[in-house]
């Protein structure tokens, strides 16, 4: 049993209807409530918000838009879509926005439909390095369809923003190659993004500047890493990662014709019916993120972030970069064990309840389902309550693991502990 009584009641009637279904359902409850989530991208959204996707919103087509929809019935749908459209614009500072992108990547690629025509070349970073698959990686339809051009970090390491991006670089590529668009905002990257250089890069080669906020959304709407608006033009987001909402996507614009080409790029030209369930959720997670206890949480995530980071330094691992600024850290572990790959790690840590995963340090030797590195996250562990002085906890309990090289006695005893603390920092 958990302590949210519809949850409870949730798996009571599928144990009634469908004991197979609620097998699966009270055991992913059991993980997710007796583990240390540190996925960066990951979060534990509050009952009203969990619940809120699990309404009759689902029942319902609603292709259109508020006022105009291709079904009928669709007016409370239209009062829910709105309310979600009003709030995002409030939290964000923005005059327009689509809040039925499904996830982040169709989020993206509406931008590309609504603004690049196929072949178009545009930048953005080495994808390695921190970017995502949907900026440009080969088997997607952003670098099938598109030519993309990648700018760096700095990789010299006397440099003293070392692994931070080469603005100069950036702007040197985006002037020989004239990319229709520049992407910023990525998966991994643990410092503050200047969007007024790229804004200046941008009107250097004529370029639409689009932010990808998707990791800080959280951090952006509570004012806790500075806006892509007013710099950006087109400026997406998903809506589950920091920003604590249902899993979605979100596209945001202050200029009209943008905001109408997007508007037909999501429907009809990538997406059919929305997730109108999906949209009420986000409708009342952006409620909550307007709270003034949201800001005081992601101070805390950033808080914590930089306690963790720290504490693994102290125990020997690089933290690329030399630490963080946001809610993540990419952790060399080649400068605790030179044998120690990021696959072995994740694997080791999760049978210990450390939930993480391997990532590409910059510039990494090793492929990427090896990897040399993992990228660890605050903001699952401060919803849960966790502070600074618990992030010392949670980086001991990793580094037994790892020293270990996940001996199945340490990673017996770090479960227990783990789970002990799990006990004492409840989910929402
Ligand atoms: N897959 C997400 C992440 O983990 O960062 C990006 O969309």
């Given at each position: 049993m958990s302590h949210d009584p519809i949850a409870d009641s949730v798996l009571g009637l599928l144990r009634a209807r469908d004991p197979q279904a609620a097998d699966i359902l009270a055991h992913e409850q059991d993980r997710q409530a007796t583990t240390l989530e540190l996925i960066a991208s990951e979060n534990h959204v509050s009952p009203a918000v969990m619940h809120a996707m699990g309404?009759?919103?689902?029942?319902k087509y609603a292709e259109g838009y508020p006022g105009a929809r291709?079904?009928?019935?669709?007016v409370f749908h239209d009062q829910a879509e709105e309310l979600a459209r009003e709030r995002a614009r409030a939290l964000f500072g923005c005059k327009y926005v689509n809040v039925?992108?499904?996830?982040g990547a169709q989020a993206n690629a509406s931008v590309f439909l609504a603004l690049l025509k196929p072949g178009d070349t545009f930048a953005s970073l080495v994808?390695?390095?921190?970017?995502?698959?949907?900026?440009?990686?080969?088997?997607?339809m952003s670098g099938k369809w598109f030519n993309p051009v990648h700018y760096p970090l700095?990789?010299?390491?006397?440099?003293?923003?070392?692994?931070?991006?080469?603005y100069d670089a950036a702007e040197a590529i985006c002037i020989e190659h004239k990319p229709k668009m520049i992407m910023c905002g990525y998966s991994a990257y643990p410092r503050v993004i200047d969007f007024a250089r790229f804004r200046e890069i941008a009107d250097t080669c004529g370029a639409i500047l689009m932010a990808d906020?998707?990791?800080?959304a959280g951090l952006v709407a509570a004012g806790e890493h500075p806006s892509p608006f007013p710099h950006c033009d087109v400026v997406t987001t998903t809506t589950?990662?920091?920003?604590?909402?249902?899993?979605g996507g979100l596209i945001m614009t202050d200029r009209e014709e943008i905001a109408k080409a997007i508007d037909r790029a999501v429907f009809p030209g990538m997406q059919g019916g929305p997730l109108m369930h999906v949209v009420f959720a986000k409708a009342v997670a952006f409620g909550e993120a307007l709270s003034p206890e949201f800001k005081t949480y992601q101070q805390q995530v950033v808080k914590n972030a930089r306690a963790l980071a720290d504490a693994l330094a102290k125990r020997g691992y690089r933290i690329t970069s030399g630490g963080?600024?946001?809610h993540l850290m990419l952790v060399d572990l080649r400068t605790r064990?030179?044998?120690?790959t990021g696959a072995d790690a994740e694997h080791w840590l999760e049978r210990a309840g450390i939930i993480t995963n391997k990532n590409g340090v910059p510039?990494?030797?090793?492929?990427p389902k090896v990897t040399s590195g993992l990228r660890l996250g605050a903001p699952a562990v401060t919803t849960r309550g966790l502070k600074e002085a618990d992030m010392e906890t949670v980086a001991d309990f990793i580094d037994r693991v790892l020293a270990s090289k996940g001996d199945d006695g340490v990673c017996a005893q770090v479960r227990a502990d783990v789970k002990a603390t799990c006990e004492r920092f409840r989910l929402p």
């Open positions: 309404t009759c919103f689902t029942n291709y079904y009928g019935g669709c039925q992108p499904h996830s994808l390695a390095d921190g970017g995502h698959l949907s900026h440009g990686l080969k088997v997607n700095h990789y010299d390491q006397s440099h003293p923003q070392f692994e931070q991006i080469d906020i998707a990791h800080i589950h990662k920091t920003l604590r909402g249902p899993r963080t600024d946001n064990d030179a044998d120690l510039q990494d030797p090793r492929p």
